[in-house]
């Protein structure tokens, strides 16, 4: 079940913008091409962080994201977790309507989720940076709060890993919660313990994700909720920026 907390007292539209590893760098890591123009050969010469691979007919980035198993720091099931493989075929939301011509639609953030022992990573399949008029998607994170009262049915790991803080026990920072508009060229990791909105497909089309992610088969330890401010008028939502208004941001 999940744990119910008040809509923040903060303007209720949060602007989403385009997804970017510097500005998403605190909750996780974007997976992207970072040189889209460049045509691997043997002739090429291999940007930062990348080697030449397959004869000379890739290039290879080298640990483009971290994936993190930390249930053997201590659930309180002591069950051991396994990689796991999963697709989620994801069907465009329904959008809120909005009289601004520069906003496709209102998303309302009724819940957010973490996983505290694992890392989560999200890759689309079969859309490309061109597509983003047809299909988009929303990621949407928050920090946590210090533990309260209130989070107490909540387990957590208790240690850090190469001298990098978890998140925590907490309940997540509305105040700070922040959206990014992701196109079908990026893939996204949440940190391990890192509060997010369940994936939002946007467009015309539903989005195939692989997600890959540890897990070890008991609810509260692979899996937590919060759902806010049920009933509010004044309902937490994300404006939608529309899709022309990103081509430019994007250098399609």
Request: glycine share 6%; net charge negative.
């Amino acid at each position: 079940m999940p744990v119910e907390i008040d809509a923040p007292q903060r303007e209720p539209i949060l602007e989403a913008h385009p997804l970017s590893q510097d500005l998403f760098s605190e909750f996780g890591t974007v997976i992207e091409n970072p040189a889209p123009s460049l045509v691997p050969s043997q002739t090429c010469e291999a940007p930062p962080n990348a080697v030449q691979a397959n004869q000379g007919s890739a290039l290879k980035y080298l640990d483009v994201t971290h994936m993190r198993d930390l249930y053997a720091s201590g659930t309180p099931s002591k069950k051991a977790a396994k990689a796991v493989m999963n697709m989620f075929v994801c069907a465009p939301r329904v959008l809120l309507p909005s009289d601004t011509p520069q906003v496709e639609g209102l998303f309302p953030v009724n819940i957010l989720e973490r996983h505290p022992y694992t890392t989560q990573t999200f890759i689309p399949l079969g859309l490309s940076r061109a597509e983003a008029k047809q299909s988009r998607y929303l990621v949407i994170v928050a920090p946590s709060f210090p533990p309260s009262p209130k989070d107490e049915c909540f387990p957590v790991p208790s240690i850090t890993t190469n001298g990098d803080p978890l998140p925590g026990r907490g309940l997540p920072d509305l105040m700070r919660i922040k959206a990014f508009i992701a196109n079908g060229s990026q893939a996204v990791t949440y940190g391990a313990g890192t509060w997010h909105a369940p994936m939002v497909a946007i467009g015309k089309y539903p989005i195939a994700f692989v997600v890959v992610q540890f897990a070890n088969g008991v609810g509260i330890e692979d899996c937590q909720e919060v759902e806010i401010g049920r009933g509010r008028i004044d309902q937490l939502q994300v404006a939608v920026p529309a899709s022309d208004q990103n081509r430019g941001l994007w250098r399609l």
